[in-house]
């Protein structure tokens, strides 16, 4: 097995990884909506009218970016928005830790009294972004982004 071959396995291991963990965040809340809706609430980044809306759509869009990573679905469409949803969720814990909030992550949780924001849960999600990012130097070298034209 050459080293493309390492390459595209390992490139499948931390699909699997990384879609596991979108998965698994997203299926409590999903069963749960009521109370992540609270959850996101206790946040206050959204006006009101937006919050339930919110508590509805982004646990599925978890579950549905971790199952098309774990398939390797528009591989760099899923790392992407995978990426982007963590950035955008340590933005919301750091600001919740700045502005001195008592609240719960609903990380991997709907529950509104379960694991509080913490530096930790901050921590803990950059070990995860960590190779989330690193992953677009794996696909790189297997497939070029769909963008990309050669000259």
């Not at 931390?14 to 749960?32: N, P, S």
């Not at 990573?69 to 469409?77: A, K, N, R, S």
Request: aromatic share 16%; net charge positive.
């Amino acid at each position: 097995m050459g080293s493309d071959g390492w390459m595209e396995w390992s490139w499948r291991l931390l699909r699997l990884g990384l879609g596991t963990v979108f998965i698994y965040a997203g299926i409590d809340k999903i069963r749960h909506p009521d109370m992540f809706s609270q959850v996101v609430y206790n946040y206050k980044l959204l006006p009101d009218i937006a919050v339930n809306l919110f508590a509805l759509v982004l646990p599925w869009v978890e579950a549905v970016v971790g199952l098309f990573l774990i398939l390797g679905l528009y591989e760099w469409v899923s790392l992407t928005l995978f990426n982007g949803l963590l950035i955008i969720f340590m933005g919301a814990l750091g600001l919740s830790l700045i502005r001195g909030l008592d609240i719960s992550c609903g990380c991997f949780s709907s529950d509104p009294t379960g694991e509080k924001v913490s530096w930790f849960t901050l921590f803990r999600d950059s070990l995860v972004l960590i190779p989330g990012l690193s992953a677009y130097f794996l696909l790189l070298r297997l497939r070029r982004p769909p963008f990309y034209k050669r000259s």
